[in-house]
């Protein structure tokens, strides 16, 4: 299940990070080239001991905003790619 990293936020925010566990090498590698697909300056790290992948998404958000929209609409759109690999 993936989840938001709040940090110790200030007004302005330039990245938001993520974090899912459970997810394997193989997840790992079938996600790796679609969630980059969602932004050009979108990183993936993969923990494979602890099967942990961290999501970083460089976004400007100036506001609580933003930050909440942001947040859901990755969260959709990794559900959807999630699925997606894990139906085939």
């Known amino acids: 299940m993936i989840e938001?990293?709040?940090?110790?936020?200030?007004?302005?925010?330039?990245?938001?990070?993520?974090k899912?566990?459970?997810i394997s090498e193989k997840t790992y590698k079938q996600l790796e080239n679609r969630v980059?697909?969602?932004?050009?300056?979108?990183?993936?790290t993969h923990v494979?001991?602890?099967?942990?992948?961290?999501?970083?998404?460089?976004k400007k958000c100036d506001d609580?905003?933003?930050?909440?929209?942001?947040?859901?609409?990755f969260i959709e759109f990794y559900d959807r790619v999630l699925r997606k690999i894990t139906i085939k």
């Not at 938001?4 to 993520?18: M, R, S, V, W």
């Not at 980059?36 to 993936?44: G, I, P, R, S």
């Not at 494979?48 to 460089?58: R, Y």
């Not at 609580?64 to 609409?73: G, L, S, Y």
């Open 48 to 58: 494979p001991v602890a099967n942990e992948l961290i999501i970083i998404v460089n």
């Open 36 to 44: 980059k697909k969602y932004k050009d300056n979108t990183v993936l």
């Open 20 to 22: 899912d566990t459970g």
């Open 64 to 73: 609580d905003e933003c930050r909440v929209n942001e947040v859901e609409k």
């Open 4 to 18: 938001y990293l709040a940090q110790n936020e200030g007004p302005i925010t330039y990245q938001l990070i993520f």
